[in-house]
């Protein structure tokens, strides 16, 4: 296990999609249109031709310890400080493109903080994440969002690592941000995140909520945080304790970056959740074709006396069948959710079947069926 594993982003997780991180890298899937594309329009980077760049690139496979299986280009472009890794899922290769604009930019220590945290996404197989466009609706969408963020947040966290100093990370962000050289720029990282508390004053920015990368301002924020865990000055040897362990970090981290975006995520999850719950734990009940008197009760301390009100309404009125197609729709909506919530719901079935009147049959039947729609 490479070190870049111990520290990737508790958020940033494949796993929230069911995908399980393929390291043998035997399939062949070479993008080989991407290589000649490149080398018809760009300048791949070589000892002779740059060797300061070269140097940069060769001090950060040695920090992070992993293969260079890349090819590295730069690409005329004057106006956008920006760098890219270009890579199909479960390749063995990837390309790494840098503006010129990047290069005049950065110094080689701050340069090497982009070029770590570029590889990284190929390290940590981020084009795995399904593009947002292929969202099957807009809580499918905002969670992808929601992920692709979280991917920035670890290769950030590899791009301090990979430069060997934080101070390279925050310049370059901050270089990147503004735009500017050195030479107009006093590095008080602080006063810049003064202006995070102003965003969220302002209860943040809606718009960030279909951004795919974090704000500068969160990026800093997470990096900060990041080189305050216990975690951080064990590796670095800072023999200084840090304030918090890694994982309480990273839920801050998420807290700070939900907090610009809008809770609309964690509204539209927690609807889906309760619906799923609702008629679930419904569906377990009716399983012996009674809604017994203690049953009620229980339902109606987990969903409250007016819900309980209205599905006892529902029910004297209603054929089964009508029950069921409410299931079906509560679990299909559920199905999409990122697999930590459905583990959520998973666990409280289970909670709300032992509570059940009678563990018969057809009610483990139907606890088992729900879980197995839920596709984890
Ligand atoms: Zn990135």
Redesign the pocket.
Known sequence: MNFLDRFRYKYDDLNELGIVKNINHDKKNYNNQNLRNLLSSSVKVSKNLFPKIDKSINNVFQRLGINNNFNFFITANHIETQAACAMMPQSPNAEIIITSRMIELLNSEELESVIA??VS?FYYQHSLYPSIDKARNRTEYLNFLHLSRA??IS?DRAGLLGSGDIENSLRAMLKISTGLPDEHISFNFSSYLDQLRELRQLKGNQNLLYST?PTFLNRMQALIWFSMSNEYNEYFKTNKKGTYDLKTIDDKINESIKKVTGNELDVSNKEIINKALLWGSLSIYLADKKFSKEEQNKFEKRFGEKTTVSIKSLLSISKMSVIEKRVEEAFKEAEILMKSDKEKIKIILNEIFSESDNHNEDAKKELSQLILRLNI
């Open positions: 945290h570029e996404h991917a920035e290769s990368h």
